[in-house]
């Protein structure tokens, strides 16, 4: 009886479990119900239905078979998700048609395809691609997923243009990392002139990557792609296809369109069992599109960045020197148009845009120059592919577009310039060569002179100073700091004039360094920021920050649009920020209802990506050691922009740690090991970017919050949640009706693990910024770095030059 009574409760709890069935292929009278999934030959893929991140909609996906966490490459009905109902099916028609539908029999997903088959079968391929065959033979494919794409581009799938009718496919991105929909970006072919691979938003192109030259498009690093992958990239006059290949069958990689707009190759690490990055794009500035304007070249890798081409000059030399570029440049001299025109040789460059261009396969460049020639407004040839030294033709009219120095990989091209500019060229060419050979045994006689004394008095001058001891390479700060800053100055009576001779109307806000003005230059909405003569702040931050900012170029970054010395005067005007700082949003209980969660969200990825370009991208590794809510700005699409950089330090070579004597910064922001030891390093910023993250999940201020039950401050407080496994208790109510549970918890996890106490389990930003994007598992946190407020500010070791919300440059809402 016993037997027969534990028989009966295993069947009862059985029932209530729900099988996962495996199929291998599907017809007209086999469908994939709730629990039931279609797998790969080799189980390498597999298909059914899934609810996304803990959503209540449901949607037919594909996925990675055997890896963890899943990873979604294909959604069927992401426009038209289902309710979370176990009655949806998957299904082919009996013409071959594959549709979702309840089952009540209401179609909410086909693929339409214009097809009529006898014999549908339906069945996933190894290689991702969902397909209906006509009959059980293989290779008879009559429809594929292949191409419809997603967000995701999987080996095999190929992105194709039609030339003569301008349909093609492309890479769609999903609304956000739990909403599969049709987001803003897509990254396609376009096949004006010689086609090119773009990044576009809606209708406005955002990014080129460039058109092919045999081996990748020039705008991508190629050489370690093909340790890899091979490419295929296909020509004709009504088609253009494009599409890799691993080079072996162990290789898994994937590469996709992020809710953001950037791509992201992957591969599959097979040792840590996490997707590891391998490429990522755009990179920095230069990779926005006609970010110097017409004929200009675009080089991160020079200060300023953006510089016209021989022969040219700014359009708007006004708007050029305030660092707005967008009119580009224009000839100095019209060209000849005739037999003495010459060209000049860029090399290592990425071709600019081929919309405009023309091309012949069979040229040779000797027959490009001279084709050129015969054309007014050709300005501009180069080799068509640059494989076995170069062949074929492709040259430019009128204007250039979007042309940048790239590393090795770029290739050469030709500029047209009338004949006298030319002589200018090879005059000043050869002048630079014998004013560099004379320069050179000059220097070197001095340099040998010198050297001891001048290392001498740099030892002696630190040690009297008191100021960071910087662990780098000093040589490489030096040589940064002594490059030319092209930077516009502009007269006390220019800026006294464009702020009201700074009427006390116009005062943003006021910090350590002193007040923000609001004013206006040449049309222009600006913020000046002049330095109080009460100010224990000086000539050293503000030298910091002018040879700092006007260095960095990134969308997420303040951007300085000049500067003001004049006897005592230290002024440095910036963009105006019309929405002013984070802080004043989060920590006003009537402001802070404007920012829902995804404006939160946006606010949290721009300042990650900008940090990533502070620590890793920008030429030299830089610690901003300020950072806090009032010193992120918000324009007026809300995207974040980190400011003020007087506190900031750069790094030369590989180094990036430093030790202090003179602790700076904002209470509530610094890291232990900063506060207590003076060290820092890109850890410092790591932490306060994770307070900022915990701030504005909780709308609540960590040096103001105090929690007086555990004695525990905003941290402490999120610490304890976490433990507790309720983590989701820290989110302000005012995100009640906008926030998306699952991402912010995964953003809280983010907020803890970047101030976890030791500065080496805190993640690197790049890191964080594939955790906020969902591509990479998130290890569990351990204890924040807890430090009594009162033994900071009782050290007898440092001297703190800052307290409370005041930092010792202090750059207030503009």
Request: charged content about 20%; aromatic content about 10%; some cysteine.
């Amino acid at each position: 009886m016993a037997s027969y009574e534990g028989f009966v409760l295993f069947s009862l709890l059985f029932s209530f479990i729900p099988m996962i069935i495996s199929l291998r292929s599907i017809t007209p009278d086999i469908s994939i119900h709730y629990n039931e999934t279609l797998v790969s030959a080799a189980g390498t893929f597999e298909a059914g239905f899934f609810s996304l991140r803990n959503s209540q909609s449901l949607y037919f996906c594909i996925w990675y078979k055997n890896l963890t966490p899943r990873t979604i490459v294909w959604v069927a009905n992401r426009d038209t998700p289902l309710d979370n109902n176990p009655t949806a099916i998957f299904k082919v028609t009996d013409g071959g048609n594959p549709i979702i539908l309840y089952g009540s029999g209401t179609i909410v997903w086909s693929s339409n395809a214009s097809i009529t088959v006898q014999m549908p079968v339906l069945l996933l391929l190894d290689t991702g691609n969902l397909v209906v065959q006509n009959g059980s033979s293989t290779g008879n494919i009559v429809w594929q997923s292949f191409d419809y794409p997603g967000d995701t581009l999987l080996p095999g799938m190929i992105l194709h243009l039609n030339r003569v009718s301008g349909v093609y496919n492309s890479l769609t991105s999903w609304k956000n990392t739990g909403d599969p929909s049709r987001g803003d970006f897509s990254y396609h072919l376009v096949g004006h002139g010689f086609p090119q691979l773009v990044i576009s938003k809606g209708s406005t192109l955002l990014y080129r990557l460039g058109s092919w030259n045999g081996f990748f498009f020039s705008g991508i690093p190629w050489e370690t792609l093909y340790s890899y992958f091979t490419f295929s990239f296909v020509l004709t006059e009504q088609e253009v296809h494009f599409h890799y290949e691993p080079l072996n069958s162990s290789i898994v990689s994937r590469y996709m369109i992020t809710p953001t707009g950037a791509v992201q190759r992957f591969l599959w690490s097979y040792q840590t069992e996490t997707w590891q990055l391998f490429l990522s794009g755009p990179v920095d500035q230069c990779d926005n599109y006609a970010f110097c304007g017409a004929n200009s070249e675009c080089n991160v890798n020079n200060s300023p960045q953006c510089e016209c081409l021989t022969g040219y000059t700014p359009k708007s030399p006004e708007k050029w020197n305030s660092l707005d570029r967008t009119d580009g440049c224009v000839r100095k001299v019209n060209l000849d148009c005739d037999n003495r025109d010459g060209f000049l040789k860029y090399t290592g460059m990425k071709l600019p845009d081929t919309s405009s261009s023309w091309l012949d396969k069979n040229m040779t460049l000797q027959e490009c120059e001279i084709q050129c020639l015969k054309n007014c407004s050709c300005i501009a040839y180069s080799n068509l592919d640059i494989r076995d030294g170069g062949s074929g033709c492709m040259i430019w009219f009128n204007n250039i577009m979007d042309m940048r120095k790239e590393n090795s990989e770029g290739q050469e091209i030709h500029i047209r310039v009338a004949a006298s500019e030319l002589d200018n060229s090879k005059n000043n060419s050869n002048k630079k060569k014998l004013a560099g050979i004379l320069g050179g045994v000059g220097t070197l006689i001095l340099g040998i002179t010198i050297a001891g004394y001048v290392l001498y008095l740099k030892r002696k001058k630190l040690r009297k100073s008191g100021k960071d001891t910087v662990i780098n390479k000093e040589d490489d700060i030096e040589k940064y700091e002594k490059e030319n800053i092209d930077l516009p100055t502009f007269d006390f009576s220019t800026i006294s004039n464009a702020t009201d001779q700074f009427s006390p109307s116009n005062i943003l806000g006021e910090g350590g360094y002193g007040p923000v003005y609001k004013g206006e230059l040449n049309g222009r909405e600006i913020a000046v920021k002049r330095l109080s003569l009460k100010s224990g702040q000086g000539p050293q931050e503000f030298k910091n920050e002018v040879l700092l900012i006007a260095n960095l170029q990134h969308r997420n970054l303040v951007k300085l649009l000049g500067c003001c010395i004049q006897s005592d005067e230290r002024i440095l005007i910036y963009e105006y920020m019309p929405n002013r700082s984070l802080d004043k949003f989060i920590f006003d209980h009537i402001r802070s209802k404007e920012l829902d969660w995804n404006k939160r969200l946006h606010i949290i990825s721009g300042i990650a990506r900008g940090l990533v370009y502070l620590h890793q991208d920008s030429r030299l590794r830089i610690i901003h050691r300020d950072l806090k809510t009032s010193n992120i700005l918000l324009d007026n699409d809300m995207n974040p922009k980190i400011s003020d950089f007087g506190l900031a330090r750069a790094f030369g070579g590989d180094h990036a740690e430093a030790n202090t004597i003179r602790v700076v910064g904002t209470h509530g922001y610094m890291p232990p090991e900063y506060a207590v030891y003076g060290s820092f390093s890109v850890k410092t910023d790591v932490f306060s970017f994770g307070v900022i993250v915990l701030e504005m999940i909780s709308g609540r201020k960590n040096r103001e919050f105090f929690d007086t039950q555990h004695n525990l401050n905003l941290l402490g407080y999120a610490w304890r949640l976490w433990s507790e496994d309720r983590p989701l208790g820290l989110i302000a109510d005012t995100l009640s009706d906008s926030v998306i549970e699952v991402e912010a918890l995964r953003c809280i996890q983010i907020g803890l693990l970047c101030v976890q106490e030791r500065q080496d389990d805190r993640p690197d930003m790049s890191s964080v910024v594939l955790m906020l994007n969902g591509e990479r598992a998130l290890p569990n946190p351990r204890q924040p770095g807890f430090y009594p407020h009162e033994v900071v500010s009782s050290s007898s070791k440092h001297e703190l030059s800052s307290t409370n919300e005041v930092s010792i440059s202090l750059l207030q809402p503009r």
